[in-house]
T-cell receptor
Framework: TQLLEQSPQFLSIQEGENLTVYCNSS?????LQWYRQEPGEGPVLLVT?????EVKKLKRLTFQFGDARKDSSLHITAAQPGDTGLYLC????????????FGEGTQLTVNP | DAGVIQSPRHEVTEMGQEVTLRCKPI?????LFWYRQTMMRGLELLIY????????DSGMPEDRFSAKMPNASFSTLKIQPSEPRDSAVYFC??????????????FGPGTRLTVL
């Protein structure tokens, strides 16, 4: 079973601060996705990273896939209250076909 | 585009009762996924279908759970008999292409199930 561990589990910060969320595994993934989930809704895809070492930017969000494709990070610059939500990483294993393995999530709260 | 539609949004039932959750995927998507989300275990894949055929049901917890996809526009997840530990939010997701590693899964709003 491939496991993804996210840290921290909970994060409460003030508006304007920077933060980084980590997603780690001992397994290699073919690709890794980051989702954001708001209360009462399903997760929404933010980004997919496929190549080891890949860096993708989405406005104030920067996503990085580790060189060995075992880990990833999400960095948010100048966080805003609208960034509040549950951030989930999900990996596609080399032999798992179409199934995604989700991390437990990081609950981010940005206080105004 | 209506997105993935799930019904009901909320279900409260008593232990031992049968529960049926429904999902309508996005038109044209040919992969469908059922997930369960709890505080303790996070988001877990239960089963997924490609072209209406079950591909991987290894996440289905036990025989009390069953899923069907009679056609490309409808799927059900049934729990019989239900137990309090089945209380969770159940999500359905669909995807446009089968087998693509980086394809996006589109999630429905979920069904919050409470078994008393």
């Amino acid at each position: 079973t491939q496991l993804l561990e996210q840290s921290p589990q909970f994060l409460s910060i003030q508006e304007g601060e920077n933060l980084t969320v980590y997603c780690n595994s001992s397994s290699v993934f073919s690709s890794l996705q980051w989702y954001r989930q708001e209360p009462g809704e399903g997760p929404v895809l933010l980004v997919t990273v496929v190549t080891g070492g890949e860096v993708k930017k989405l406005k104030r969000l920067t996503f990085q896939f580790g060189d060995a494709r075992k880990d990833s990070s999400l960095h948010i610059t100048a966080a805003q209250p609208g960034d509040t939500g549950l951030y989930l990483c999900a990996g596609v294993g080399r032999t798992s076909g179409s199934r995604l393995t989700f991390g437990e999530g990081t609950q981010l709260t940005v206080n105004p | 585009d209506a997105g993935v539609i799930q019904s009901p949004r909320h279900e409260v039932t008593e232990m031992g009762q049968e529960v049926t959750l429904r999902c309508k995927p996005i038109s044209g998507h040919n992969s469908l996924f059922w997930y369960r989300q709890t505080m303790m275990r996070g988001l877990e894949l239960l089963i997924y279908f490609n072209n209406n055929v079950p591909i991987d049901d290894s996440g289905m917890p036990e025989d009390r759970f069953s899923a069907k996809m009679p056609n490309a526009s409808f799927s059900t997840l049934k729990i019989q008999p239900s137990e309090p530990r089945d209380s969770a939010v159940y999500f359905c997701a669909s995807r446009p292409l089968a087998g693509g590693l980086s394809d996006t899964q589109y999630f429905g709003p979920g069904t919050r199930l409470t078994v008393l």
